[in-house]
C-alpha cells in the first residue's frame, strides 16, 4: 500500500501542477488542488489519515535531506550574501519576531489553550525543526505540522500576488520575504524568478529556523508566561 499512495500522491500532484500551468486559475494551484484530491481519495476509498501518513510516509522523511540541499545554491553565493550579511540577519530575526508575536497575540485574544499556544508558534518555519521546537516548547508536533503546511501554502499562493502589489523588484527582497514566509514552498517558488532568489530564500527558510530554535528556548516560554489582557 505504501508504494501505491506515494505513487497517487506524485500523479495527483503532477495534474495539479499540469492543470494549474493550462488554465492559471487560482484554484488550480498545485498547493491548493492537490491536498483536495488528496482528500477526496482517502474519503472515497475509506483509507484514515492516520493510515495515509504511515503508508506514504518516506515523502515526508525527504523533507530533511530536501533542506538540506537547499545549502548549494547558498554556497555557490557566498559572495552575494556576504555582501548583504547585515540586511538578511535583521531581515530575518524580526521576521521571526513578528510570527512569534502575531501568533501568540491573537491566540491569546482567541482564548486558545496552551497546548495549541505552543503548538502554532513555530508554525513560519519549516517542518522537520518545527517539530522539534514544539517538542521542546510543549506542543504538539501533529498540529505544528498541519499549521507549517497552511502557512506555507497560503505564503506560497499570496505571496507571488503581494510582491507584484508591492511593486518588489530586487531579488534579495522577494528570496527573503518567500523563504520566511513560506519556508520551503516558498523557495520552490522562488526558484521560478531566478537563481539568486532562490539563495536568499533557502537563506531565510534556514536562517529562519535556527533563530527560532533560539527563541524556543527563552522568548517563547517568557510569552507563555505573559497575560496579554494585561496590556487593555
Same mark, same amino acid.
Given at each position: 500500500?505504501?508504494?501505491?499512495?506515494?505513487i497517487?500522491?506524485?500523479l495527483?500532484y503532477?495534474f495539479?501542477?499540469?492543470a %494549474?500551468?493550462?488554465?492559471?486559475?487560482?484554484f488550480?494551484? =498545485?498547493?491548493?488542488? !492537490? =491536498?483536495v484530491l488528496?482528500?477526496?481519495l482517502i474519503? @472515497?476509498?475509506h483509507v &484514515? !489519515?492516520?493510515?495515509y501518513l @504511515?503508508?506514504?510516509?518516506?515523502l515526508?522523511?525527504l *523533507?530533511g535531506?530536501?533542506? @538540506?540541499a537547499?545549502? @548549494?545554491?547558498? %554556497?555557490?553565493?557566498?559572495s552575494?550574501i556576504?555582501? %548583504?550579511?547585515?540586511?538578511i540577519?535583521?531581515?530575518?530575526?524580526?521576521?521571526? *519576531?513578528?510570527?512569534?508575536?502575531?501568533?501568540f497575540?491573537?491566540?491569546?485574544?482567541?482564548?486558545?489553550?496552551?497546548d495549541?499556544?505552543n503548538s502554532?508558534?513555530? +508554525? &513560519?518555519?519549516t517542518?522537520?525543526?518545527a517539530?522539534?521546537?514544539?517538542k521542546?516548547? $510543549?506542543? *504538539?508536533?501533529?498540529?505544528?505540522?498541519?499549521f507549517v503546511?497552511?502557512?506555507?501554502?497560503?505564503? $506560497?499562493v499570496?505571496? =507571488?500576488s503581494?510582491?507584484?502589489?508591492l511593486?518588489?523588484?530586487? =531579488?534579495?527582497a522577494?528570496?527573503? !520575504?518567500?523563504g520566511?514566509g513560506?519556508?520551503?514552498?516558498?523557495t520552490?517558488?522562488?526558484?521560478? %524568478? $531566478? +537563481?539568486?532568489?532562490?539563495t536568499? &530564500? &533557502?537563506? !531565510?527558510?534556514?536562517?529562519?529556523a535556527l533563530?527560532?530554535?533560539?527563541w $524556543?528556548?527563552?522568548?517563547?516560554?517568557?510569552?507563555?508566561?505573559?497575560?496579554?489582557?494585561h496590556?487593555?
Amino acid at each position: 500500500m505504501m508504494i501505491i499512495f506515494t505513487i497517487l500522491t506524485f500523479l495527483i500532484y503532477l495534474f495539479s501542477k499540469k492543470a %494549474y500551468t493550462k488554465w492559471s486559475l487560482f484554484f488550480f494551484h =498545485p498547493l491548493l488542488l !492537490a =491536498p483536495v484530491l488528496l482528500i477526496i481519495l482517502i474519503s @472515497v476509498t475509506h483509507v &484514515s !489519515a492516520d493510515q495515509y501518513l @504511515v503508508d506514504s510516509k518516506w515523502l515526508t522523511h525527504l *523533507l530533511g535531506p530536501a533542506t @538540506v540541499a537547499f545549502a @548549494v545554491p547558498i %554556497y555557490k553565493n557566498l559572495s552575494i550574501i556576504k555582501k %548583504y550579511v547585515g540586511t538578511i540577519i535583521i531581515s530575518i530575526t524580526s521576521g521571526t *519576531l513578528v510570527a512569534i508575536f502575531s501568533t501568540f497575540g491573537l491566540s491569546k485574544l482567541l482564548h486558545l489553550n496552551t497546548d495549541f499556544i505552543n503548538s502554532i508558534l513555530p +508554525r &513560519s518555519i519549516t517542518t522537520p525543526i518545527a517539530i522539534e521546537v514544539s517538542k521542546e516548547i $510543549g506542543g *504538539l508536533p501533529t498540529l505544528t505540522t498541519v499549521f507549517v503546511i497552511l502557512t506555507g501554502i497560503i505564503g $506560497g499562493v499570496v505571496g =507571488p500576488s503581494v510582491i507584484k502589489g508591492l511593486s518588489i523588484k530586487t =531579488p534579495i527582497a522577494k528570496g527573503l !520575504a518567500l523563504g520566511m514566509g513560506a519556508h520551503g514552498v516558498g523557495t520552490n517558488k522562488a526558484i521560478e %524568478y $531566478g +537563481r539568486q532568489e532562490a539563495t536568499f &530564500s &533557502s537563506l !531565510a527558510m534556514i536562517f529562519a529556523a535556527l533563530i527560532t530554535l533560539i527563541w $524556543g528556548a527563552f522568548l517563547i516560554p517568557t510569552l507563555m508566561n505573559f497575560n496579554i489582557h494585561h496590556i487593555f
